[in-house]
């Protein structure tokens, strides 16, 4: 088994977590390939360009937070073989085990004592008047938000081409489950199974009490677009990064992607148990 390795260098251990994982992979017969980011971190020659992992391994295994596994999702391109995620940051909603857990880490991939939580992905087109559209892809959410001006702005959206409402706010958030755990939910949006066919639309600081999350279909096609040209630019992100200036007269259109994102699981963990755990949840 050839397993490819992102490390965040940024994280505090992360040349110890590295290698450490690469002794338990390696002492099971595994071989490890470095990204060139990595590789720079080990102050070793080699390594590959992580949009290269496609083709050279069979699983990647990302080294950081739950940021970190949202960058390596842009920089790994079309990977549809499992990802695994060791958290050597703080939250850790999709990594697959701690920097103390790497000998059962390593364990669990080579004996297939693991599973694969597929998660749906949101594909976004920046559609402007005359111009090709832009695509970007999204784990966690799309929003779209406030600019330069301190003031709430009106986004409108329409879903399957009904109109849905005019969002007097700082912005409108799209996410999926698994985003469910992340922007949504600091702005009031529910939490979601990950398995749940659905995205959630969420406003965010709305002028209106009335104006609530709303949960949806994941077949459906979401339009978003600024609905006061007094407004001035908005602000697009997908996955809190790829910042892009929306004006007036363009529009977002959001749906499922077509393909899915791998996470490794732990067998005998679940949701519902990372809930408790992330969350700390004491119940009565």
């Given at each position: 088994m050839?397993?490819?390795?992102?490390?965040?260098?940024?994280?505090?251990?992360?040349v110890?977590?590295?290698?450490?994982l690469?002794q338990?992979?390696e002492?099971?017969?595994?071989?490890?390939?470095?990204?060139?980011?990595?590789?720079?971190?080990?102050?070793?020659?080699?390594?590959?360009?992580?949009?290269?992992?496609?083709?050279?391994?069979?699983?990647a295994?990302?080294?950081?937070?739950d940021?970190?596994?949202?960058?390596a999702?842009?920089?790994?391109?079309?990977f549809?073989?499992?990802?695994a995620?060791?958290n050597?940051?703080?939250?850790g909603f999709?990594?697959?085990?701690?920097?103390?857990?790497?000998?059962?880490?390593?364990?669990s991939?080579?004996?297939?004592?693991?599973?694969?939580?597929e998660?749906?992905?949101l594909q976004?087109?920046?559609?402007r008047?005359?111009?090709?559209?832009?695509?970007?892809t999204?784990?966690n959410?799309?929003?779209?938000?406030r600019g330069e001006t301190?003031?709430?702005?009106?986004?409108g959206?329409?879903?399957?081409?009904?109109?849905?409402?005019?969002?007097?706010?700082?912005?409108?958030?799209?996410?999926?489950?698994?985003?469910s755990?992340?922007?949504?939910?600091?702005?009031?949006?529910p939490?979601?199974?990950p398995?749940?066919?659905?995205w959630v639309?969420?406003?965010?600081?709305?002028?209106?009490?009335s104006?609530?999350?709303?949960?949806?279909?994941?077949?459906?096609v979401i339009?978003?677009?600024?609905d006061?040209?007094?407004?001035?630019?908005?602000?697009f992100?997908?996955?809190?990064?790829?910042n892009?200036?929306?004006?007036?007269?363009?529009?977002i259109e959001?749906?499922?992607?077509?393909?899915?994102?791998?996470l490794?699981?732990p067998?005998?963990?679940?949701f519902?148990?990372?809930?408790?755990?992330?969350l700390?949840w004491q119940?009565?």
């Amino acid at each position: 088994m050839k397993i490819g390795i992102l490390a965040n260098p940024d994280k505090p251990g992360a040349v110890k977590t590295l290698n450490d994982l690469r002794q338990a992979l390696e002492s099971r017969g595994c071989t490890t390939v470095l990204d060139l980011q990595s590789a720079r971190l080990m102050d070793e020659p080699g390594g590959i360009s992580a949009a290269d992992f496609a083709q050279e391994v069979d699983i990647a295994a990302v080294l950081g937070g739950d940021g970190t596994m949202l960058n390596a999702v842009l920089r790994l391109g079309d990977f549809r073989k499992p990802v695994a995620g060791i958290n050597i940051g703080t939250l850790g909603f999709l990594t697959s085990c701690t920097d103390e857990e790497l000998d059962a880490f390593a364990e669990s991939l080579t004996s297939g004592n693991y599973r694969i939580s597929e998660r749906t992905m949101l594909q976004a087109s920046v559609i402007r008047p005359g111009k090709d559209a832009e695509i970007f892809t999204a784990l966690n959410e799309v929003t779209l938000a406030r600019g330069e001006t301190g003031r709430l702005v009106s986004v409108g959206a329409s879903v399957n081409g009904d109109f849905l409402n005019r969002y007097k706010a700082d912005g409108l958030i799209v996410a999926t489950p698994t985003g469910s755990t992340a922007y949504s939910l600091s702005a009031g949006g529910p939490l979601m199974d990950p398995g749940a066919n659905v995205w959630v639309i969420t406003p965010i600081c709305p002028h209106s009490l009335s104006q609530r999350s709303l949960v949806i279909g994941d077949d459906s096609v979401i339009e978003l677009f600024p609905d006061d040209h007094g407004d001035g630019a908005m602000l697009f992100t997908a996955d809190g990064r790829d910042n892009t200036l929306i004006g007036p007269g363009d529009r977002i259109e959001v749906h499922k992607s077509p393909r899915a994102f791998k996470l490794v699981r732990p067998n005998g963990g679940s949701f519902y148990e990372a809930l408790r755990q992330k969350l700390r949840w004491q119940g009565l």
